[in-house]
Nanobody
Framework: QVQLVESGGGLVQAGGSLRLSCAASGRTSYTYAMGWFRQAPGKEREFVAGISDNVGNTYYANSAKGRFTISRDNAKNTMHLQMSSLKPEDTALYYC???????????????WGQGTQVTVSS
């Protein structure tokens, strides 16, 4: 079992930046593929960014490309999402997720955090 805890969400004005963090605990001896997802009210949960296990290949949704950067520190069991040039449409609950195998843009991840709220005001 892996426990994931997100932090770093908050209220920011459009054009601002936030850095989300995800801390993993539990069975962290295995290096998981990890991802960030978000879910806005009334919408489905959607992929934002993903990062592979040891190699650290990164993947982004079109909405995140050029504005968001995903990174991980395997020694510290942490993952981050640096978000800049935020827009009101980025407002959502952001989830950290981990899975065995490769990054996927589907919600087919084995472990999920509780989410951290990001609100971008216009």
């Amino acid at each position: 079992q892996v426990q994931l805890v997100e932090s770093g969400g908050g209220l920011v004005q459009a054009g601002g930046s936030l850095r989300l963090s995800c801390a993993a605990s539990g069975r962290t001896s295995y290096t998981y593929a990890m991802g960030w997802f978000r879910q806005a009210p009334g919408k489905e949960r959607e992929f934002v960014a993903g990062i592979s296990d040891n190699v650290g290949n990164t993947y982004y949704a079109n909405s995140a490309k050029g504005r968001f950067t995903i990174s991980r520190d395997n020694a510290k069991n942490t993952m981050h999402l640096q978000m800049s040039s935020l827009k009101p449409e980025d407002t959502a609950l952001y989830y950290c997720a981990a899975r065995y195998g490769v990054v996927t843009t589907s919600i087919n991840y084995h472990y999920w955090g509780q989410g951290t709220q990001v609100t971008v005001s216009s």
